[in-house]
């Protein structure tokens, strides 16, 4: 029963992280002929080009490649990616009608800016949730099988076929904020999938490793673990101190260490996700 309502709670969450993709592409990116790659970008300058559906093309692009892909690769395309591949195809075309014709802006900056970072904020939770969408994911699959390249690079080369066949049609200048609309997708990405850095890690050398411990579990209230090192310049072996804060309280952490070792080494570091006793729980 615990299992069937994790796959439940994770296709509702791939649902939304489609439509919330799907109103990104009809109110921002197709209505001002933004390709922002992949699949949906290539739909987007065929539409444009001869005047097919996007989410049509979207659905026909995805049968070819996982064709393509099970012939090369064998039948590894799990439901998941079935389903967000195209119910994201079906999703554009059925809202293109409600929400085409309200789209927010014409201004290409405006329509880069928050149309990579809605369909990155869909994306993200689609990902988050175990799902994909298919399309140039898939061709970066194939060609790392026939090349040393890596999964990034391959994206990478993916879409900047899609940014050459958007220039030809669309002009350069459009395929360039296509290439933005890209980058700012990743990002967003990114932050919805590791979440939003919010807590920071610090290591701590010093020669009172003992008494910053201590500073940091009673007055901090937090855990610190120590970590045996050996300083290779010195040759000295001494404990480093490894802890995890939360943001508003790294300036009382570095207060503590300076009032007790002005001479210590700290290095402080984001951290995007901390699960765990004290900070958020694991979800089954």
Not at 44 to 60: I, K, N, S
């Amino acid at each position: 029963m615990i299992r069937i309502k994790h796959v439940v709670r994770e296709y509702i969450g791939i649902t939304v992280g489609i439509l919330i993709t799907a109103l990104a592409l009809n109110i921002f990116l197709i209505p001002n002929r933004l390709a922002a790659g992949g699949v949906s970008g290539l739909s987007t300058v065929l539409h444009y080009r001869f005047g097919l559906p996007v989410g049509l093309t979207m659905a026909a692009l995805n049968v070819l490649l996982f064709a393509i892909g099970t012939r090369i690769q064998g039948w590894k395309y799990g439901m998941k990616t079935v389903y967000g591949a195209f119910g994201l195809a079906f999703a554009v075309d059925a809202m293109a009608p409600f929400v085409r014709s309200f789209a927010i802006t014409n201004d290409a900056i405006l329509g880069t800016l928050y149309g990579g970072i809605f369909t990155g904020i869909g994306m993200g939770i689609v990902f988050r949730n175990g799902g994909n969408t298919g399309g140039t994911d898939i061709v970066a699959q194939i060609l790392q099988k026939y090349s040393n390249l890596g999964l990034g690079q391959l994206f990478l080369l993916t879409d900047g076929f899609v940014m050459l066949v958007a220039a030809s049609v669309f002009g350069l200048k459009l395929a360039l904020y296509g290439m933005i609309a890209v980058i700012v997708m990743s990002r967003v990405i990114d932050y919805v999938q590791e979440g939003l850095s919010v807590e920071k890690a610090a290591f701590i050398i010093s020669e009172h490793t003992s008494e910053i411990a201590n500073a940091i579990l009673f007055e901090l209230h937090r855990g610190a673990t120590a970590l045996a090192s050996k300083g290779y310049y010195s040759g000295k072996r001494r404990d480093t101190i490894f802890c995890v804060v939360e943001r508003r309280q790294i300036e009382h952490l570095k207060k503590i260490v300076h009032a007790i070792d002005p001479k210590a080494f700290v290095i402080i570091a984001d951290v995007h996700e901390v699960v765990g006793e004290g900070f958020k729980q694991f979800v089954a």
